[in-house]
């Protein structure tokens, strides 16, 4: 079982910016994938997640409004489009799957699988 995350970039603020999280080992259709960031010296929280099966997305108040979430089943991929991004948005960024029936609630220990972690750097 594998999560690959890529596209980690620097961009300026306002900048917009898209991650692709792609699993191997197992299907979509289940499990919901997470994205989770961590910041230095911060600790690890979620900024959004997709229901791979029914397609329900789940906000915190770090995505609202300004990053979307897709899941293309066909390709296990899942993908993160920022927007209008800020300098507290840079940190590492982690794809991870969850087959708890709470996963919105983020809380890492429910996610089973990560991913390797892709930079974002907003510069100001």
Not at 19 to 42: E, H
Request: glycine residues 12%; hydrophobic residues 30%.
């Amino acid at each position: 079982v594998q999560l690959q995350a890529s596209g980690r970039g620097l961009v300026q603020t306002g900048g917009s910016l898209r991650l692709s999280c792609t699993a191997s080992g197992f299907t979509f259709g289940n499990p919901a994938i997470g994205w989770f960031r961590q910041a230095p010296g911060k600790e690890r929280e979620g900024v959004i997640c997709i229901h791979t099966g029914d397609g329900l997305i789940y906000h915190t108040n770090s995505s609202k409004g300004r990053f979307t979430i897709s899941s293309d089943n066909a390709k296990n991929t899942v993908y993160l489009q920022m927007h209008n991004l800020e300098p507290e948005d840079t940190a590492v960024y982690y794809c991870a799957a969850s087959w708890s029936g709470r996963y919105y609630d983020f809380r890492p220990a429910q996610y089973i699988y990560w991913g390797q972690g892709t930079q974002v750097t907003v510069s100001s």
